[in-house]
């Protein structure tokens, strides 16, 4: 028998709490992984000589790459995690216990990241594996309440709505916590590293903050299920039954494919940009921060416009049209020489960033069996995938720099991500993701 949830789909209250938790959430990938963590992690950890070597238990090797591979052990570890956990959240109906619990984590761990000053590289990568999982995981579990709280006609555009206002949210922060770094004596701080720490304590109290406002609206075990005392059992059963069904759905497999590819070129690219432009380019932190402004501002924009032009063209279309801009982003990436360039590649990657992981994630959901009310499963299969993209990119990325010195090859290597993934999802067909 079809189980039905008790909840009204679309109801404005509920959509706008799940939403909400992209405003939470988006800090930690803005201020963390993106703009002011990776700068400071990478000037803290550079000598006066403006060598970057790192000693991690005896093994030295640069800084970067070391990042690098701290963000792929993370998502590894998140990629096996995922499926059971999954498992257990649909088979018990807690799938916002577990959202609640790896939000609280990764907050922590960012706040934790104040006592980072550059000799503890084991704790600081410690809490960069932390912060990473629980961040990811919790996704996992955020993600697969969208087709319990929305009709399909309203995915793309709610998809892009969490995203755009995780923009905003992250934007906001981001401008208060560049002003405390740029202008310290403004709030009673001296100059030195204890600005960008304090800004590591601001995201940990901003997620759990509007998380807990998230948390409040969004649905509590909509489908009624009882856990049985077999519980972890029936975690495994459930992820083996799902995988089961997901084999003979050929267009989800070939779009989980294609997003293999093409995600590990966009998570890369926002994981690494900024300490390329360190890097490569010497710009210096205000610059790298304004950059990270204009992609994320850009992006509000993108995402809604490709969400548009989804809605007359297609899911696929929409989503081909950024996969070339990309390739074309990663290509002009190796060649670049100035801070000006570098912006106006940064309004590039903004217009396609939003876009291209809102309407994967909604033409996911349009994927999903109708009749279903095992999310959390599928969305393990998605999310799997997602975190084993970031491995392999990231791994990749790092690699490629560790062995030609450079990391523009690394970016000139992601536009074959791109073009394999735009090859894949080419054969997905468009009639089974718009039911026309």
Known sequence: MKETSAIPLNHPKITHAWCMYDWANSVYSLTITTAVFPIYYEQITTGENGVGMVDLFGWVLPNTVLYSYALSLSFLITALLIPLLSGIADHTGKKKRFLQGFAFLGALACG???????????????????????????????????????????????????????????????????????????????????????????VCLWWIGFSMLSLKRLPNNPFHKKPSERWLYSGYLKIITTYGIIKQLGSMKRFVLGFFFFNAGVQSVMYLASLFGAKELRMDTGELILTVLIIQLVAIGGAYLFAEISSRKGNIFSISIMIL????????????????????????????????????????????????????????????????????????????????????????????????????????????????
């Open 112 to 202: 934790g990241m104040f006592f980072f000053t550059g000799e503890n590289i084991e704790y600081a990568m410690a809490l960069v594996i932390l912060a990473s999982i629980g961040y990811s995981a919790s996704l996992v579990f955020y993600d697969a309440f969208l087709p319990e709280i929305a009709t399909p006609d309203q995915f793309d555009q709610l998809s892009a709505r969490g995203f755009s206002m995780g923009y905003i949210g992250s934007v906001i922060l981001l401008i208060f916590n560049l002003v405390m770094i740029q202008q310290p004596a403004w709030f009673g701080l001296t100059e030195g590293t204890l600005p960008a720490r304090i800004s590591f304590l601001t």
């Open 325 to 436: 801009i990309w390739i074309f982003c990663c290509i002009a990436a190796f060649f670049i020489q100035t801070n000006m360039q570098f912006f106006g590649l940064a309004f590039l990657v903004g217009m396609v960033m939003g876009g291209i992981q809102s309407l994967s994630r909604a033409t996911f959901s349009k994927l999903i069996p109708e009749n279903t009310t095992d999310h959390a499963s599928y969305f393990s299969f998605y999310d799997v995938t997602f975190n084993i993209s970031i491995v392999f990119g990231t791994f990749a990325y790092g690699a490629i720099e560790h062995f030609t010195g450079s990391m523009r090859f690394s970016a000139l290597i992601l536009s074959l991500f791109f073009l394999i993934g735009l090859l894949l999802i080419q054969r997905v067909k468009v009639s089974a993701i718009e039911g026309k």
